[in-house]
């Protein structure tokens, strides 16, 4: 699955680096790494409608085999989506030591990256309230799926989403597909689709693995190093975006422009 791949490929190219804290808040779960020096966060959407009473065994040894490097590739097994949170934001936090988004990249929205016309149809996998809204009078239609049932509003669920994904021109996914496993039904049933994002804080991973495997724009989030310990005082105090994107930068890469 694309999670394991990613994980060996963003694994294999990242080397003594350290894993030094971690922790679950109520919208971003975390981990903080270490190499020469430089610390940096990396962040993945906590699935809160998804944990179970094992999640907190689960995640105490989890934390163990990230600190003593023992195939963390395997967390991507785990039942556990929490765990597989954990991993995602590991992961994330590698990508920072060893990919720099290119200076046109930082501070551009996806929404102006991609290109839109008023004969899409563009599914919005996971509801991005921002993404919606700017695509409202701008594409033909919008098809918002969204696997959580409290937010799901006027969404349809994800059980809808082979069908509904073949009818979309353009494909704009949340990172935490990656935490519950959807985004391979994503590139499943993404056949006729010009354009497909992956967004948000969780989807901060090492761009080119992904545009590998089909994924054309990858927008994500850089907590700067200097502000790691206001970032997780504002996770681990329930905040979400809102609270922590004032300290760092959101970048858009395109295929064409990430080298």
């Known amino acids: 699955m694309l999670l394991d791949a990613l994980c060996r490929e963003i694994t294999s190219i990242t080397q003594s680096i350290e894993v030094v804290g971690a922790g679950v808040g109520v919208r971003y779960t975390f ?37 003593k490097g023992r195939d963390p590739c395997s967390l991507a097994e785990s039942p556990y989506p929490l765990v597989k949170s954990l991993l ?4 994330n936090s590698l990508t920072a030591h060893v990919y720099e988004p290119p200076p046109n990249a930082v501070g551009a929205d ?13 599914a919005v996998v996971g509801y991005i309230g ?24 006027q969404a349809l669920p994800d059980v809808s989403a082979p069908r509904a994904l073949k009818r979309a021109t353009k494909v704009i996914a949340t990172g935490a597909t990656l935490v519950n496993d959807t985004i391979d039904t994503v590139l ?29 724009v990858v927008a994500g989030f850089r907590v700067l ?12 105090l329930g905040g979400g975006t809102g609270e922590v994107y004032r300290y760092g930068y959101k970048y858009v890469v395109t295929h064409r422009s990430s080298t």
């Open 31 to 67: 981990v903080v790494t270490v190499s020469s020096g430089r610390r940096f966060m990396g962040m993945a959407y906590t699935p809160i409608e998804d944990l179970t009473h094992g999640d907190s065994r689960a995640m105490l040894e989890a934390y163990e085999v990230l600190k």
């Open 88 to 91: 995602v934001a590991y992961l």
């Open 110 to 122: 996806v929404l102006d990256v991609m290109e839109f016309d008023e004969r899409d149809v563009v």
């Open 130 to 153: 921002p993404v919606i809204k700017g695509l409202r009078g701008r594409v033909k239609e919008i098809i918002i799926l969204e696997r959580n049932p409290r937010r799901r509003g």
């Open 188 to 216: 499943e049933y993404s056949t006729n689709a010009e354009a497909i994002a992956l967004v948000g804080a969780t989807a901060s991973l090492h761009p080119e693995p992904l545009f590998r495997r089909g994924i054309n």
């Open 225 to 236: 190093p200097s502000n790691v310990g206001e970032v997780i005082k504002a996770l681990t």
